[in-house]
């Protein structure tokens, strides 16, 4: 099956199976720096894909819907220019989609990193766009979390899929140990936060991976980048099993289109590595 011809070269995060981030990897030509790892990097190496990477094969109707919102906002807010071929103007509506798009993964980047500043350190970050999203998960921090047992942890597990995880936290309503994961999203003023399914399957594959002593709750934190001390948490512990189940099936199909089988990798991981590093 040749699924190269399919997708010739997925980047995602990629883990060794240890848990080592291996996102990127040099160049062939040492004096070009780094690139994204692909699949067939992981494939050479031995490497663990994410789970984030597992769930981009499933389609996500939510977020096509907002792409869709964002090219045709473009599309009205974008003069062709009087010597613009259709061609051209199509292109850089395209890509004014696509810059609205990265913004906001960027800001999320942002946003998880300040909140994981805050944590690890207590410091407050500078970048005054994300002070009342930093503040409003500090009070939720305070009023339900005891002490954070992991913050940001990377991980590689046996059923071959890695990871990193927000935070494992133990919680002061019941003591129970929480799997965390954080998102953030715009949102309107009087309209419900819609979860997707995916960010539980999300949390059931972090807890299985991370091989966690009990069974944990699993929350979705949800802080709005619109609406200033707008913060919704999701409980998805009473569907563990099945999500996890969902999950399985999504990985399944995932080897399938990808022709890579990374079950086991940890058995043989000291035998590939050491090929790769001489």
């Known amino acids: 099956m040749a699924s190269e011809n399919i997708i010739p070269a997925e980047s995602g995060h990629w883990y060794k199976p240890d848990g080592t981030p291996m996102y990127e990897v040099p160049y062939k030509d040492p004096t070009k720096g780094m690139r994204k790892t692909t699949l067939s990097d992981a494939r050479k190496m031995g490497l663990l894909p994410s789970v984030t990477t ?26 062709r220019l009087p010597d613009e071929s259709e061609e051209l103007w199509v292109q850089r509506i395209v890509k004014d989609s696509k810059d609205v ?3 906001a993964a960027d800001r999320g980047t942002r946003t998880h990193a300040a909140i994981d500043q805050w944590i690890t350190s207590q410091e407050i970050t500078d970048d005054e766009e994300l002070f009342d999203a930093l503040i409003v998960y500090i009070d939720w921090h305070r009023k339900y979390i005891s ?25 002061k309503l019941g003591g129970r140990t929480a799997v965390i994961d954080l998102k953030t999203k715009t949102t309107k003023k009087g309209q419900k936060i819609v979860p997707y399914v995916e960010w539980g399957m999300q949390l059931a594959a972090y807890e299985r991976g991370l091989i966690l ?5 699993l929350l979705n934190v949800v ?6 001390n707008r913060i919704e948490v999701f409980d998805w512990t009473d569907s563990r099993d099945t999500l996890y189940r969902g999950f399985y099936q ?3 199909l995932w ?14 991981q000291n035998k590939l590595w050491k090929v790769y590093e001489k």
């Open 213 to 217: 002593p009990e069974k944990c709750r």
């Open 147 to 171: 002490d954070v047992i992991y913050t940001e942890v990377p991980f590689g597990c046996d059923a071959g899929y890695g990871g990193k995880c927000d935070l494992v936290a133990n919680l």
């Open 101 to 103: 798009s990265r913004s």
């Open 255 to 268: 080897r399938f289109l990808r022709d890579y089988d990374p079950t086991g990798l940890t058995a043989r």
């Open 223 to 228: 802080i709005s980048t619109t609406e200033p």
């Open 250 to 252: 999504a990985f399944n």
């Open 54 to 79: 597992i769930l981009g094969i499933i389609a996500k109707e939510g977020l096509m819907q907002w792409k869709l919102e964002q090219m045709l906002l473009a599309c009205l807010t974008s003069t």
